[in-house]
């Protein structure tokens, strides 16, 4: 027990108990999940152990061409030592010549912007439920000193019970079908202290989770303009209104996470505790995370 260290992420124990550094030959390639700026995502599986992941391939021209090896390694680094139920793992990574290629987990349900898409909006007990579990993944990030700055619909993807997997995407990815293509990606998601280019901490992403649960039940973000420059107008205004049908509790909740001054946005801590959250999430696991209406199609 006092001889464990941790390994180096390209390194698995395997059970016969050497050490293992994996290659392409040990995967079965499948279907594309996804097509980003410096590769794509393949459903794979692990030959040995039929093991089903996510194999994330980059291409080391383009990474050297736009300077984010570095980034890449960082993250890497960072992503690797996260161990959450509700954000995504890296189990590890390899390269050849060409490319680099992350190991991930599998979020069977997909994307959840899509699941958005189709919906419009969620109901209160769904989105009470997703805040839960973005809250209670924050919570554990923040423990770490991590920040993770982007949350938006389309870094999040679904596990197999329905639950939310954060899964940065990051600088490098961005899934085919993105809803808003502006040049230079959306403000939408960014507190004022960001787009205004002043300092920052873990207190952005509070705001974060405001503006993802206003978009949940209403089905877009609070400051969505048409142009860049309306939204960060409306954002550095904290200009946004909820509409008639979100309920009281949901709506007290947003205004206590929009605020201008990061120190005056509820804590995490307190969202777990907020009265709305307590009344709806609750609900939701006792019908086992099941996020539909009417009837339960038996598991397993
Ligand atoms: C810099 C590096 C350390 C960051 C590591 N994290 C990522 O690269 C983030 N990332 C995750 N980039 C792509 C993915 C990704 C993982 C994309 C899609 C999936 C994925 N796991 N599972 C999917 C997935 N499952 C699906 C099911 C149905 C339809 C689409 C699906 N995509």
């Given at each position: 027990m006092d001889n464990i260290q941790p390994y180096p992420d390209s390194i698995f124990k395997t059970i016969s108990g050497t050490l293992k550094e994996w290659a392409l030959d040990d995967f079965e390639i499948g279907r594309p999940l996804g097509k980003g700026k410096f590769g794509n995502v393949y459903l794979a599986r692990e030959r040995q152990s039929k093991f089903i992941l996510a194999l994330k391939v980059l291409f080391k021209s383009q990474l050297e061409t736009a300077g984010v090896e570095h980034q890449l390694r960082r993250e890497v680094e960072i992503q690797s030592h996260l161990r959450h139920p509700n954000i995504l793992r890296l189990y590890g990574y390899f390269h050849d010549h060409s490319r680099v290629y992350l190991i991930l987990e599998y979020a069977p349900r997909g994307e959840l912007y899509k699941e958005l898409q189709k919906c419009t909006k969620f109901d209160d007990r769904r989105s009470a439920k997703y805040i839960t579990e973005l809250s209670d993944a924050l919570l554990y990030c923040h423990s770490k000193n991590v920040i993770h700055r982007d949350i938006k619909p389309e870094n999040l993807l679904l596990g197999a019970n329905g639950e939310l997997k954060i899964a940065d995407f990051g600088w490098s990815v961005h899934a085919p079908s993105s809803r808003r293509t502006t040049l230079c990606g959306t403000?939408?998601?960014?507190?004022p202290e960001m787009i205004e280019g002043r300092m920052h901490d873990e207190k952005v992403d509070l705001w974060s989770i405001g503006v993802?649960?206003?978009?949940?039940?209403?089905?877009?973000?609070?400051?969505?303009?048409?142009t860049h420059d309306e939204t960060y107008r409306r954002i550095a205004k904290v200009d946004y209104k909820c509409p008639q049908f979100v309920s009281e509790g949901a709506a007290d909740l947003i205004s206590r996470l929009l605020k201008h001054n990061p120190n005056h946005r509820l804590p995490l801590k307190k969202v777990l505790e907020h009265p709305w959250i307590a009344e709806n999430a609750s609900k939701m696991s006792e019908r086992?995370?099941?996020?539909?209406?009417?009837?339960?199609v038996s598991s397993q």
């Open positions: 403000l939408d998601y960014l507190p993802l649960c206003y978009e949940f039940l209403v089905g877009k973000p609070p400051f969505e303009a048409v086992r995370g099941v996020p539909s209406e009417g009837t339960t």
